[in-house]
């Protein structure tokens, strides 16, 4: 684990039961004078790309007025793309993708831009956390998230550091994006390969092959989780981010 670099640590996540449906995001913020803040809100129709962009506008939002640097932790792979790379020909073209459509989700990623480039230039850092790996700030915007999309009732702290139960400052060392292989035809960047996909109905787990039959399980259900699984160590962290003990083999 890492040494605190920044004096604002941001943890966010979204979520969205049925990917459109109803949603939940998350936010935890520790502050420079020694605060935690948490916060959540929800969507009634929705996606998790909303809802992850959601988290990281509202995390910025409350932090406005607060000086220093930020580290914003986040397991979504398309929020930091989007400002690290993406967002530069998107402003370019007037926020238009490179075949002329307007950009999916337009009005929040100006508003993320607009909030992070309020803050002085570099004093925001995009950190990849992967989801479901025991990072305590992480999983805690992932429970506030999937718990206020299915409806739960959530607990929300805000108060002293010494107070709060979690290690917030428990960060991982390597929070860079994984890259991506490059496909044997045309060095093309490819999807990763899954091992298996998992569901979770009724608190009972389900490996699949394909995609499809992973849908066709969760689709339409009230409180379904499903990830795709990179390998099998993937899954069984996967499994224990569920609270599951089960043998799938």
Known sequence: MSELPFSIVVFCDGAAKGNPGPGGW??????????????GGTAAHTTNNKMELTAAIQALTAIAQVEGPVAM???????????????????????????GTDVLNKDLWQALDALASA??????????????????????????????????????????????????????????VPKRKDSAAGGRSAKAAAYS????????????????????????????RFKKALTAAD??????????????S
């Not at 899954?235 to 799938?248: C, T």
Request: charged share 25%; hydrophobic share 35%.
């Open 26 to 39: 998350g936010v935890v913020i520790a502050t420079p004078d020694g605060r935690v803040i948490e916060r």
């Open 73 to 99: 932790h986040t397991d979504s792979t398309y929020v930091i793309q989007g400002l690290n790379e993406w967002i530069w020909g998107w402003r370019k073209r007037g926020w238009k993708t490179a075949t």
């Open 119 to 176: 803050r002085p230039r570099g004093s925001v850092a995009w950190h990849y956390v992967r989801g479901h790996s025991g990072i305590p700030g992480n999983e805690r915007v992932d429970a506030i998230a999937d718990g206020l999309a299915r409806g739960a009732r959530i607990e929300l702290y805000e108060g002293p550091l010494s107070g709060y139960a979690l290690p917030i400052f428990d960060l991982p060392n390597d929070t860079s």
């Open 197 to 224: 996909y998992l569901s979770l109905v009724d608190g009972t787990p389900m490996r699949h092959a394909t995609w499809a039959d992973c849908e066709r399980r969760v689709k339409g259900r009230s409180g379904a």
């Open 235 to 248: 899954e069984s962290a996967i499994l224990r981010g569920w609270n599951v003990k089960a043998d799938l």
